[in-house]
């Protein structure tokens, strides 16, 4: 059962501090739709053209949304260390770096997922438990794959009567992605 009770995920591009540096840059945000452009010289940024850049975009896939990156063939970056195929597909806690310039560490925010059934959800058995979704049931929505799994709170009565399906493990059924019903920072594997 896909669900959109939230906002999509965003990636971001972290620069990693240069030797001797001690002041942290600013991520640069990779637009939830559309193609942008990631200057290949130069300090870090988005700019409006594809010469001398390489392309971003995000793919929202049918589990977890990815972040392409599409360089022409003789760009110099690397992903993870190594020259990648044209097309490369870059997840959390994978690195871009740039000819000049740092390392970028890919992250993903995931927006606050907690709320109302999803009315495509409504009647669907949770993926943990098998009982139905109510109308009024309080749920979490994967932010990565957009399972809804029960996840009702103390005002929903006491603890042992509550559907707290979604607090049962640590990442999705569905897709592995980290439960966090607040929302917060994917940094991969090691975060």
């Known amino acids: 059962m896909m669900a959109t009770a939230t906002p999509p995920p965003r990636f971001y591009l972290v620069p990693e501090p240069l030797d001797g540096e001690s002041a942290r840059r600013e991520p640069i945000a990779v637009p939830a739709e559309g193609v942008s452009y990631l200057a290949l010289f130069g300090p870090p940024r988005l700019v409006d053209g594809g010469a001398g850049a390489v392309l971003l975009e995000t793919i929202a896939t049918p589990l977890v949304p990815v972040l392409i990156v599409i360089r022409q063939d003789a760009t110099p970056v690397l992903i993870n260390g190594a020259r990648p195929l044209p097309l490369a597909v870059v997840r959390p806690g994978d690195f871009v770096r740039l000819p000049d310039g740092p390392a970028l560490r890919i992250v993903r925010y995931d927006p606050p997922a907690v709320g109302p059934t999803p009315s495509g959800a409504v009647g ?68």
């Open 124 to 191: 669907t058995p949770c993926a943990i438990c098998r009982m139905p979704m109510a109308v009024d049931a309080v749920v979490y929505v994967c932010p990565a794959c957009g399972l809804a799994v029960h996840c009702e709170g103390p005002d929903r009565g006491p603890a042992g009567e509550r559907l707290e399906c979604a607090l049962l493990g640590s990442a999705c059924v569905r897709c592995g992605s980290p439960v966090r019903p607040e929302g917060g920072w994917d940094h991969g594997q090691d975060s």
